[in-house]
């Protein structure tokens, strides 16, 4: 079982940045492909970023030029930076290793004057 810690998020400006930390136990983070998810009220969870053991790399259209992922296979670790912040990015984010039902338990980010 792999335990999965978000931290990071809080409530910024629109225009403001967060960076999101997604910390995994043990040491096989680096077998699995890593993403951020996000969920706001009312819809569906969706894939916000998403990047390969071999670090490719792929966006939503919606926070493409605004976000970045990364990750840090020594320190078990996915990074999201978010710049730009924009009200409707409001949504409590996830982390996951992708194929598999390892979940954290989520970070909310909420963007507002």
């Known amino acids: 079982q792999v335990q999965l810690v978000e931290s990071g998020g809080g409530l910024v400006q629109p225009g403001g940045s967060l960076r999101l930390s997604c910390t995994a136990s043990?040491?096989?983070?680096?077998?699995?492909?890593a993403g951020w998810y996000r969920q706001a009220p009312g819809k569906q969870r969706e894939l916000v970023a998403g990047?390969?053991?071999?670090?490719?790399?792929n966006y939503a259209d919606s926070v493409k030029g605004r976000f970045t992922i990364s990750r840090d296979n020594a320190k078990n670790t996915a990074y999201l930076q978010m710049n730009s912040l924009k009200p409707e990015d409001t949504a409590v984010y996830y982390c996951?290793?992708?194929?598999?039902?390892?979940w954290g338990h989520g970070t909310q980010v909420t963007v507002s004057s």
């Open positions: 990047v390969t053991r071999g670090g490719n790399i």
């Open positions: 996951n290793l992708i194929g598999t039902d390892f």
């Open positions: 043990g040491s096989v983070f680096r077998l699995y492909h």
